[in-house]
């Protein structure tokens, strides 16, 4: 992977241009977007309750928060108005050892990364015994059934987000998985946030299509 890494400074510097993380112009990401709000927000919300210190790892434009909530973003304009926030990569967290009872990582942070690199410091910053929520985009999607990518451990794509085109890498989950376990994770569970709309959208290749075919499935 070292021979393709990603250049971290345009990203940084597109998602610093950006007006919106899950474009309302952008029928799939916006779904993604609203799925994911949803699925923090009760992360964050149930360990919150419960007093354990969360580290938010690519916030973007959501809300969520309090005072037990850290939020780490490469883009510097996505952490205006936080109170507990710093610039950082998930592969070099500014943060000790065993600092956090739980870490949020969504909106597909791990793929603009060196995947066992990123695995690695989340392992490092959790406290034994800590829960973590990733997600991250699957080589294993419908999306890409098919061709020659499909079901790889890693590999670097061409994609599109919001109208523009842009270069990321995707994982087999089997491979993430036990990158996991080897770093002291145990996966409890695990679940697939495109399922026919990715299918839909191997085969249709429009986005808003896709989402029109699935609801009427």
Known sequence: MSNDKLDLTRIRQAYNHRDEIWPTSDPWHH????RLFEIAGKFIALHDRNGRTVLNVGPGAAAHGSTRVFHVDIAEKWLIGRSLSVVGSLDHLPFNNCTFDAVLCVGSVL???DVVAGVSEVARVL???????????????GEYLFTNVYGRAATLIKTSYGAQEERLWIYRPRFVKDLLQEHGIAVEKHAALHT??????????DERLARIIHRAA
Request: aromatic share 16%; with cysteine.
């Open 31 to 34: 779904y993604t977007g609203t």
């Open 196 to 205: 026919v709309t990715a299918l839909m959208f191997r085969l249709v290749r």
């Open 127 to 141: 406290r034994p015994g800590g829960y973590l929520l990733l997600e991250f985009e699957s080589s294993t999607s």
């Open 111 to 113: 793929n603009y990364c």
